[in-house]
T-cell receptor, first 114, second 113 residues
């Protein structure tokens, strides 16, 4: 395991469809974060997990978004009824507990809603 | 409110010239600070980070940054830029007890021959 893996790297979907992104963190990392980055902006925090527990959700995470980490390992981020405004890069990061010195980001998943 | 500000949206530098990218922070406590670089369509690559100790931090690719508490700044510097340094640069901050990073809006660096 050499880093945080995200899949798919790119996704083009039609408006109204559902999409799901997967993140595999560094194996010993028990914290997992999701960020969203729109064009021309810095990444913005969406949510994070400590093991399987989702501990905080940003108000950016509308009802159409749901994130899970069922076994405390990989995580999924699902967007239902996608809208054009959902077009962005979705970044996953992981860390060991709250030690920000150990945080690593994945390569991101690009979503284009047409 | 906790925030990270990058005042410069876009900077153009000649190849071989020195570079300084500005980052200002606003936190109640001493933050942990990071600089990331992002090429188009790619993820974030960590250049360097400051947690404590020496306020001058060395990073990869010849970059360094200096933490200045009195100025609430963490500016990124490089003595001589290369064409391959053209990218988007992000400053980010976090504090223990607030388990997320706050990013600036980024500075796009263009290198001219």
């Amino acid at each position: 395991d050499t880093g945080v893996s995200q899949d798919p790297r790119h996704k083009i979907t039609k408006r109204g469809q559902n999409v799901t992104f997967r993140c595999d963190p560094i194996s010993e990392h028990n914290r997992l974060y999701w960020y969203r980055q729109t064009l021309g902006q810095g990444p913005e925090f969406l949510t994070y997990f400590q093991n399987e527990a989702q501990l905080e959700k940003s108000r950016l995470l509308s009802d159409r978004f749901s994130a899970e980490r069922p076994k405390g390992s990989f995580s999924t981020l699902e967007i239902q009824r996608t809208e054009q405004g959902d077009s962005a890069m979705y970044l996953c990061a992981s860390s060991l507990d709250d030690n920000l010195n150990t945080i690593y980001f994945g390569e991101g998943s690009w979503l284009t809603v047409v | 409110a906790q925030s990270v500000t990058q005042p410069d949206i876009h900077i153009t530098v000649s190849e071989g010239a020195s570079l300084e990218l500005r980052c200002n922070y606003s936190y109640g406590a001493t933050p942990y600070l990071f600089w990331y670089v992002q090429s188009p369509g790619q993820g974030l690559q960590l250049l360097l980070k400051y947690f404590s100790g020496d306020t001058l931090v060395q990073g990869i690719k010849g970059f360094e940054a200096e933490f200045k508490r009195s100025q609430s700044s963490f500016n990124l510097r490089k003595p001589s830029v290369h064409w391959s340094d053209a990218a988007e640069y992000f400053c980010a901050g976090g504090v223990i007890g607030n388990e997320k990073l706050t990013f600036g809006t980024g500075t796009r660096l263009t290198i001219i021959p």
